[in-house]
């Protein structure tokens, strides 16, 4: 079975410092992965997904991830955060058929003012 | 607004009563999603739907739950005899599967329930 891990379950920081959220997964095969934003009080929405090409996906609001298959990892990153960025931060991953849809348990960030 | 909708946002009921929630999909989405989410976790998937036809059930989906996409269209979810332990919000996604779509999920608002 697919299982996905966040390496942090709460990050703290200062605007302007930068970011990364680490996710790994596990699943043997062709996989495709999602990062979701859970603004508060606001539903998922879609931050940015790898398919396949280019391992390095730039998504909304300046996030970018890389895929790395060696390490089965898709860290989330950003150059430097704002206020705006405080939320719940999932990763997800599916195989290839679209199925076995399965979530990390997310990392929350807080920005500080 | 052409998102996903569910109906009602919360529901209240008492230990032991049935509970049916809907969900209506982006109309051209082929894919309808039920996940469960309590919190400080991530979403769980409990089931989905191509069309019509259910293709995939999680192994934790208790037989007191049933979801249903008669035409295609919207779904419902319905919890028989509820526990406490069911108490979560429920998410509904939808997505465009095949050769035009990449399968990204759109999420709704959810539906909170609380059983007393």
């Known amino acids: 079975a697919q299982s996905v891990s966040q390496h942090n379950h709460h990050v703290i920081l200062s605007e302007a410092a930068s970011l990364e959220l680490g996710c790994n997964y596990s699943?043997?095969?062709?996989?495709?992965l999602f990062w979701y934003v859970q603004y508060p009080g606001q539903h998922l929405q879609l931050l940015l997904k790898?398919?396949?090409?280019?391992?390095l996906v730039k998504g909304i609001k300046g996030f970018e991830a890389e895929f790395i298959k060696s390490k089965f990892s898709f860290n989330l990153r950003k150059p430097s955060v704002q206020w705006s960025d405080t939320a719940e931060y999932f990763c997800?991953?599916?195989?290839?058929?679209?199925?076995?849809?399965?979530f990390g348990p997310g990392t929350r960030l807080s920005v500080l003012p | 607004d052409t998102g996903v909708s569910q109906d009602p946002r919360h529901k209240i009921t008492k230990r032991g009563q049935n509970v049916t929630f809907r969900c209506d999909p982006i109309s051209e989405h082929n894919r309808l999603y039920w996940y469960r989410q309590t919190l400080g976790q991530g979403p769980e998937f409990l089931t989905y739907f191509q069309n019509e036809a259910q293709l995939e059930k999680s192994r934790l989906l208790s037989d007191r739950f049933s979801a249903e996409r008669p035409k295609g269209s919207f779904s419902t979810l319905e919890i028989q005899r509820t526990e406490q332990g069911d108490s979560a919000m429920y998410l509904c996604a939808s997505s465009l599967w095949g050769l035009a779509g990449t399968n990204e999920q759109f999420f709704g608002p959810g539906t909170r329930l609380t059983v007393l």
């Open positions: 790898y398919f396949s090409g280019d391992p």
């Open positions: 997800a991953v599916n195989d290839d058929y679209g199925q076995n849809f399965v």
């Open positions: 699943y043997g095969g062709t996989v495709n």
